[in-house]
C-alpha cells in the first residue's frame, strides 16, 4: 500500500510475483515527488517567476525552436494580441534573410497558416514544479513499475542474461565476437548469444527399454534436468525430485537414481 509522507507525496510498493501459488520474486519499489525530475522544471528566463531571483536557480544552456505566423513577424508588433520585444521580431527577419529559418504552417482555428521557425541559443532555469499536484499520479504508477521490475529481475534472474551497457560486465570475460569492447557491435553479439541461450532446448528424449542414459557426465545430467524443468510445471518437477529424496539433481547418489526420475 502507498505511504504518502506529510511534506511530499511519497509511494513505496511491494510486488510478489507467484507461480502456481508459489512465491518466485519479491521486490520493492518507491518514489517521491521530490525527484528532481518531478520537484523541478526547466524554463527559459521568461517563464521564471518574478519572485525568483534569477541568480538563484540553477542555469544551463539549451536550444529553443520559436515559431511565429508569417503575418505577425511582418506587423512585428511590441502591443497587442501578438506582442513580443522588438528584438524578438529581428531575430526572425535575420534568420528568414539568412535562409536558416524554417517555413511552416501553424494550426488556428480557422485551418493552417504560414508560420516560420527558428532555432536559438537559450539559458534555462531549473525552478520548482508549480504544478506538483500534477505529478501525484506519475509518482505513483513509477513506484508500481519500480517493485514491478526489481521484483521480475529477481525472479527470472534477467541481470544475469541480459546488460544494457557492457560497461556493466567490467572485469568480467565477456566473447564480443571479436567486436570493440563498448560498441552497439559488440552489444548486439552478446544480445543475441544470450537470446540463444534462452531459446527452448529439444525435448529430452529418454528410451525406457534401454539403461541407456541421455548424458555422458555430470554438467550435461544437470543440463538435461534444466530442459526437463522448463518441458514441465515447476511444482511437478519439484514434487518429482522431492519423491526421489534430493532438493536438486546434484544431490542424487547414483546414476541409475537420476535416470528413473528423468525417465518418470
Avoid at 510486488?15 to 502456481?20: G, K, Q, S, W
Amino acid at each position: 500500500m502507498p505511504n504518502t509522507a506529510a511534506k511530499s507525496s511519497a509511494v513505496r510498493y511491494r510486488c510478489r510475483l507467484l507461480r502456481d501459488g508459489r512465491v518466485v520474486g519479491v521486490g520493492e519499489g518507491s518514489c517521491n515527488s521530490w525527484e528532481a525530475k518531478y520537484r523541478y522544471r526547466w524554463v527559459a528566463e521568461e517563464q521564471v517567476p518574478e519572485r525568483l531571483d534569477r541568480a538563484s536557480p540553477l542555469k544551463r544552456g539549451g536550444r529553443r525552436t520559436l515559431c511565429e505566423f508569417d503575418f505577425a513577424i511582418e506587423r512585428g508588433e511590441t502591443s497587442g494580441v501578438y506582442a513580443k520585444p522588438a528584438e524578438h521580431w529581428k531575430k526572425f527577419r535575420e534568420a528568414i534573410a539568412a535562409g536558416t529559418a524554417r517555413q511552416v504552417e501553424k494550426h488556428t482555428r480557422r485551418g493552417n497558416s504560414a508560420a516560420w521557425e527558428i532555432d536559438v541559443d537559450a539559458t534555462l532555469y531549473r525552478i520548482p514544479n508549480p504544478d506538483g499536484a500534477d505529478v501525484v499520479n506519475t509518482v505513483q504508477k513509477m513506484a508500481q513499475k519500480r517493485a514491478l521490475v526489481a521484483a521480475t529481475l529477481i525472479a527470472t534472474s534477467a541481470s544475469e542474461f541480459f546488460t544494457q551497457d557492457l560497461e556493466d560486465t567490467e572485469g568480467r570475460e565477456v566473447d564480443t565476437g571479436g567486436h570493440p569492447f563498448g560498441t552497439r557491435e559488440a552489444q548486439d553479439y552478446v544480445r543475441d548469444r544470450k537470446l540463444e541461450e534462452l531459446r527452448p532446448k529439444p525435448p529430452v528424449s529418454v528410451d525406457a527399454q534401454t539403461n541407456g542414459k541421455p548424458w555422458t557426465n555430470f554438467g550435461e545430467m544437470r543440463q538435461v534436468f534444466a530442459q526437463l524443468r522448463e518441458q514441465v510445471e515447476e511444482t511437478r518437477y519439484h514434487e518429482e525430485l522431492q519423491l526421489a529424496g534430493v532438493e536438486n539433481p546434484g544431490q542424487f547418489q547414483s546414476t541409475n537414481q537420476a535416470l528413473a526420475t528423468v525417465r518418470k
